[in-house]
Nanobody, 126 residues
């Protein structure tokens, strides 16, 4: 059975940190993207915030989270888990975070998510 599950969300104060994980079962992770669904925007597509390539683990984060969010993976320890380190969290980072298998990663390209995982809620509040 194929599944992709994001976990690690929770309630954190502004300026705090969280580490989300994305674990795959039944498929080998290649390119992976992290997407943010902000409250009140659930009728819109989630916004891509960070991604990582499948081979050389090159990561990319969009301008709104650059310097605060970083995607990573550890090929040696676990090929089917990707992490999103979230630092200096802001209230506007609140929402549901999803990981998805994507076709490409980088700026000015369509990441083309093609397999979505179950999301995890992040709430940033005093």
């Amino acid at each position: 059975q194929v599944s992709l599950v994001a976990s690690g969300g929770g309630l954190v104060q502004p300026g705090g940190s969280l580490t989300l994980s994305c674990t795959a079962s039944g498929l080998t992770l290649g390119f992976v993207g992290w997407f943010h669904h902000a409250p009140g925007k659930y009728n819109e597509e989630p916004e891509g915030v960070s991604c990582i390539s499948g081979s050389d683990s090159t990561s990319h984060s969009v301008d709104s989270v650059k310097g605060r969010f970083t995607s990573s993976k550890n090929h040696a320890e676990n090929k089917n888990t990707v992490w999103l380190q979230m630092n200096n969290l802001k209230p506007e980072d609140t929402g549901v975070y999803y990981c998805a298998a994507i076709l490409r990663c980088g700026s000015d390209v369509d990441w083309h998510p093609h397999y979505w995982g179950k999301g995890t809620q992040v709430t940033v509040s005093p």
